[in-house]
């Protein structure tokens, strides 16, 4: 997710999970986020540095930035990614 800036790895993934499991985006999502903690690692033992980096990373973004869930990111897309950051409270 480039607003957030996480990649498409499994340690980009656990990152956007644990996100949107801070910003309690639905109750599964805490389930899910437990299941990925167990599992990404064995699927990606190349990656396991950088899952738990990014799983502190996703859960302090969570924290900080406003909630995004309900954001319409449709009527942003001439915004510059920098400035929609900012906007909302990200780094």
């Known amino acids: 997710m480039l607003v957030i800036n996480f990649d498409t790895t499994y340690a980009g993934e656990i990152g956007v999970l644990a ?3 801070t910003q309690n985006y639905s109750k599964s999502l805490q389930i899910g986020l437990c ?7 064995i699927l990606a033992p ?6 738990f980096v990014n ?3 996703g859960r302090e973004l969570g924290k900080k930035a406003d909630f995004l869930l309900g954001y319409r990111f449709e ?11 900012k906007k909302l409270r990200l780094p």
Request: proline content about 7%; hydrophobic content about 45%.
């Open 55 to 57: 799983l502190e990373k």
């Open 35 to 41: 299941l990925a903690r167990l599992l990404y690692p």
């Open 19 to 21: 996100f949107a499991a």
């Open 46 to 51: 190349q990656q396991i540095k950088a899952i």
């Open 75 to 85: 009527d942003h897309w001439e915004e510059p990614i920098d400035h929609l950051r």
